[in-house]
Every structure is written in structure tokens, then in C-alpha cells.
């Protein structure tokens, strides 16, 4: 058991576990410091400072992220001392930054905005103003790097290389000269960078933010375009946290009101496409299983996992499932499918995804992804971008009766629902697969061992007396040990699941910003949304089985393989 020290902060006594820090004190009072480079689900840094306090008996004022409380500490959060230096410090970072707030991507949830507005800082500043010097980039699909607004707080190295492994951001040059730049001076289009939008999740000010889209979709409308748009299974769960609600907040109906009242004709439920995928994905890890095929067999539905594979790990590509997203399967099923059913030419069609990804904006621009003839998605928006477009206008949310999905893509399952955390996809397979292969019901839905939040999660089962065993894994720095495994003819896994960010796409890039308390919310939602579906099984969702008997036939068939599956390809040379 930890021993207990005892504190003062602002007058007020504490009793706290050793190795807590004057920041975690004070929260547990509920005294707030500002802090801009620490983030509680990182690495303390201190590098800002804005989080000085006044000790007593200690002439400098130290840092509240990273300084640990003794026996007897008695602490002052708000002295005028305190405050005096946190607006020199204030002064010092907003000489180096630019002041075109009002155009800023980051203007309202900036929290540099925020702690200037708490330290009322209303006068000229002192020190000459001395912007940093770097390049805008915008040549990702996914993101947009403008770093002369970085303030160099590292929150986006940490992920980069700690949390994803990819290791695109570092520091260059040294003091007053430093950036945060890709490698050798690349374009962040250029670099091995996954698209997964977890430094801009990170990004305390507008340094690094989604490329926004909402532009091309107003243009589209206006062109007098035919508008479908499809809504991914954790979109529902997230988009209200980005209008103020509380995390796990669910508003499936108002989304579908909201988006009929932006001008989309069809507004579709992308469980259905998920449901589609475990059709597809489930009936191809039978077929490898059953007649020696290449295992284990690895999921594919998230595009910055499929990137990273085919740069990182570009030898074991045959390990991918080779079925689409299914942001993708359901792009190509609107432009064939839906369009011949509509009468409507498939070139009017302008196809839009709502996703919690910015991944996917770089995965709907993939050359292979025009199976219809046409490029099958044609813009991918996230949350946020769906949030603003909500509040552009003019939409009171609170206000919106509940609308249904419209047919003939509306009903979606539990299964296709849970699609959104980590370990929902191979939860949702399993369900199948194990149906199929039994031939009998399942007594329980829930596969427990696959839940959580847990790094690297495992499971085995029993099917026909045949031991199945597969795993699930989020976060990409954590895929290295499973993948050396599969390099090295090691691995016992049948089956796994790789989401990039985590939490799964409940955590992804195009959220608002998240931490894993909010995730944590999240996944609790998502599985409690399944719970109410009376459909928690891919394989009865009759508007499924109603595609494959008027169109597709049967999973892996011809016209399922041209227009549900895919290939990849080896991007070792973004490594050079």
C-alpha cells in the first residue's frame, strides 16, 4: 500500500498516494491549473511552464505536471506571484504565435484561446512579436500542418512514435530555431505517415488539423447532385460529444434529421455496409481455414492499419483481408446497385462518408476504389467537420425530432454497431462464424474475452471440436510483436483484429479530441446500443440477404470479388 502524504493547496488539506504530482492534487479538489503540454494520457514533459506554482519555501516556482508533493507541502495555485508569471509565460509563447485566431481551424476549442481568455490577457504585449518561421503543408489528404502556430508542447511526437510507431514528427534545430518537421524536409504527403489523425487528436492549438471537406460537399450541392450519404456505426455515438454533449451521448435520429436538413437526399446507416463486411471478411476466414489458406487472416477495414502494413510490413500483405471497408463496399454498392435500383445515372451521385476517421479521406481517393466505374466514395467528412456544417446551419440539434434511415439501407445490426470499438469487428465475426460453422444459435451474443481496452487482447473457442485462436490489437506501436510473430512463422493466432487508433474508430482522428476517460464512455455506449438492436447478427439483416439474392448471389462470389474486395500494394519507398 502506498504511503500517504499530506498537503496544503490554497488553504484547503489533502491526503494523497506518494508519487502524486501538485497537478494531480489539485484536480482531486477540484482547483484548476492550466496546462498546455501536458496531456493525461502521456508522458509528463514540462516544457511550457504555464502550470508554475508558488511552494512554500522554495524561491522558483516549479512545474505542477512533473513536480511530486512532499509531507507538509504547502501550496499556492493563484498568487499573484503565480499568476505574474504564467502571463510572462503567456507573453513569451503568443510572441512566437500568430494572432489570426478568427481564421484559425482551432478557433473556440484552441486551448491556448482558452488559458489567454482565463489569465484576462487584454494588454499589449510586451515582448516584439517573432512568428515562426516554417512551411504550410496541406498535401495530405487527411491533414494539414501549419507550424508556425506550434508551440512546441511535443504532444505529437509522443503519439507519433510512442503510441503509433510511425515516428513521422521530430524536433529540428535546436532553442529559439526548433520545428516540428517530417523527415529530410518531406511534404507529410511524401512521408510513411498512416493518415490516423492521432497527432491532430493531441494538437492543443491549430498547428495540426483535419483537412477540412465540408466545401466540396456545399459544391455539390449546389451543382444539383444527387447527395447519399452514408453514416459509420460509431458516428452516432461521438457527434453529439462535438456539439457539448456529455461523451457516450447517442443521437442517431437527429444526425439523419441534421443531414436530411443539409441538403442529403438518402441518408444511409453504414452498419448495414459493416454487416456486409462480416458477410465477406467471415466467408473468406472459413475459406482459408477450411482449405489452407494464408493465416491468420488480419482485418482491413481500417485504411491507416492497411497502410501501415503496406509500409512497414509489406512482406505479410497476404495476410490482409483482401475485403474492403466498409466505407468502400458501401461506396461501390450506391454507385451500382442503389443506382440501378434508383434509376439514377451513377455520375449524378455524389457519395459522402461521415467517419470518426481522417484515414478514411486518404482511403476514398485509393485509385483501385472505382469498381463502380466511378471513384466510389466521393468525400469522406469527419465528425468534426460534420459538427460544424451542423452549427454553419443554423441547426438547433436539441430541437430535431428523431428520423429514421431511409430504405433501402437502413437497418442495420448489433454487430455492424460494434464495428466502432476495438475488438467489435472480429465480435461481430465470431458471432457469424460461429453460426455458420455450428449451425446452431448462439446461447450468449457477448464474446467478453475480445472486449476492453487492453493493448494486445486475445480469446480462443471451440468450433466442431476444431480450437480457434485469435487477437485483437489497437494502437499501432502495439501490432510490431504480433507482426515479427507472422515474419518469423510463430504466430498461433487464426484471426486478428488491428484497429490503428485507441479505443478503435471510437477513438479515432476525426472525433473531438479525446482521452481514454471519453473513450471508455464511448465503448460503454456502443455496447449498450447493440444491446437495445432487436438485429445483433450480420448474417440475418435482411436487407443484406436482399443484396446477395438480387445482385451479389453469395459472399466471394464473382460480382462480390470485383466489387467488395481489393488489393494492396508495397509502399517501401516512402521509407527511403
Known amino acids: 500500500m502506498s504511503k500517504l502524504i499530506n498537503l496544503t493547496i490554497d488553504g484547503e488539506k489533502i491526503e494523497v498516494p506518494e508519487g502524486t504530482t501538485i497537478l494531480q492534487a489539485a484536480s482531486l479538489l477540484n482547483v484548476h491549473i492550466p496546462t498546455l503540454c501536458y496531456h493525461e494520457d502521456q508522458a509528463v514533459k514540462a516544457v511550457c511552464r504555464i502550470c508554475v506554482v508558488e511552494v512554500e519555501g522554495q524561491r522558483l ?3 505542477a505536471c512533473s513536480t511530486p508533493v512532499s509531507e507538509g507541502m504547502v501550496v499556492k495555485t493563484a498568487s499573484p506571484k503565480v499568476i505574474a508569471a504564467r502571463k510572462n509565460i503567456m507573453e513569451l509563447i503568443l510572441a512566437r504565435h500568430p494572432q489570426d485566431c478568427l481564421n484559425c481551424s482551432k ?7 482558452k488559458i489567454a481568455r482565463d489569465l484576462n490577457m487584454t494588454r499589449p504585449n510586451r515582448y516584439e512579436q517573432d512568428i515562426r518561421s516554417a512551411r504550410f503543408d496541406d498535401s495530405s489528404p487527411s491533414i494539414v500542418r501549419d507550424m508556425r502556430k506550434c508551440i512546441l508542447c511535443n504532444r505529437c511526437v509522443e503519439v507519433c512514435s510512442s503510441k503509433q510507431g510511425v515516428m513521422v514528427m521530430a524536433k529540428e534545430n535546436r532553442g529559439f530555431d526548433t520545428v516540428i518537421v517530417p523527415p529530410y524536409g518531406k511534404k507529410l504527403v511524401d512521408t510513411s505517415c498512416v493518415n490516423c489523425g492521432q497527432c491532430v487528436q493531441v494538437c492543443p492549438v491549430g498547428a495540426i488539423s483535419i483537412n477540412d471537406d465540408t466545401e466540396k460537399v456545399y459544391s455539390q450541392i449546389e451543382a444539383g447532385k444527387t447527395m447519399v450519404v452514408q453514416i459509420a456505426p460509431s458516428v452516432r455515438i461521438t457527434l453529439a460529444e462535438s456539439l457539448g454533449y456529455a461523451p457516450g451521448t447517442v443521437t442517431t435520429g437527429k444526425i439523419v434529421h441534421a443531414l436530411h436538413k443539409i441538403g ?3 441518408v444511409f446507416d453504414s452498419d448495414f455496409s459493416a454487416d456486409l463486411t462480416i458477410m465477406e471478411e467471415g466467408t473468406e ?4 481455414l477450411n482449405n489452407g489458406g494464408t493465416l491468420p487472416l488480419i482485418t482491413s477495414c481500417c485504411p491507416a492499419w492497411v497502410k501501415y502494413c503496406e509500409t512497414y510490413a509489406y512482406d505479410e500483405l497476404e495476410h490482409l483481408s483482401s475485403a474492403k471497408s466498409p466505407q468502400q463496399m458501401f461506396g461501390a454498392v450506391i454507385k451500382t446497385y442503389f443506382a440501378k ?14 467517419m470518426p476517421c481522417t484515414a478514411k479521406k486518404f482511403e476514398c481517393k485509393r485509385p483501385e476504389f472505382n469498381d463502380s466505374g466511378y471513384q466510389d466514395v466521393d468525400i469522406s467528412i469527419t465528425v468534426v467537420e460534420l459538427a460544424k456544417m451542423i452549427r454553419t446551419a443554423g441547426i438547433d440539434f436539441d430541437d430535431l425530432d428523431d428520423h429514421p434511415f431511409d430504405s433501402p439501407f437502413g437497418l442495420g445490426s448489433g454487430a455492424g454497431q460494434i464495428f466502432g470499438s476495438t475488438g467489435g469487428v472480429m465480435e461481430a465475426a465470431l458471432r457469424t462464424v460461429s453460426e455458420i460453422v455450428t449451425g446452431k444459435p448462439l446461447q450468449k451474443l457477448e464474446f467478453e474475452a475480445v472486449r476492453g481496452l487492453d493493448s494486445v487482447r486475445e480469446a480462443e473457442l471451440t468450433l466442431n471440436g476444431q480450437t480457434l485462436k485469435v487477437a485483437i490489437v489497437h494502437g499501432l506501436s502495439n501490432v510490431k510483436p504480433l507482426l515479427e510473430q ?3 512463422g510463430t504466430s498461433p493466432y487464426h484471426f486478428i483484429e488491428v484497429m490503428a487508433c485507441e479505443g478503435g474508430c471510437i477513438g479515432g482522428g476525426g472525433n473531438e479530441p479525446k482521452t481514454m476517460k471519453k473513450v471508455r464512455e464511448r465503448q460503454r455506449a456502443i455496447y449498450e446500443e447493440d444491446k437495445k438492436l432487436p438485429l445483433r447478427k450480420s448474417h440475418e439483416n435482411p436487407y443484406v440477404k436482399a443484396l446477395y439474392e438480387d445482385y451479389l448471389k453469395e459472399p466471394l462470389s464473382a460480382e462480390a470479388h470485383r466489387l467488395l474486395h481489393t488489393k494492396y500494394y508495397s509502399r517501401r519507398d516512402l521509407l527511403r
Open 61 to 63: 516556482l516549479p512545474a
Open 107 to 113: 478557433n473556440g476549442s484552441c486551448e491556448l484561446q
Open 264 to 266: 442529403f437526399k438518402w
Open 285 to 288: 476466414f472459413l475459406n482459408r
Open 341 to 354: 435500383k434508383e434509376n439514377i445515372d451513377p455520375a449524378d451521385i455524389c457519395s459522402v462518408s461521415v
Open 486 to 488: 507472422i515474419q518469423e
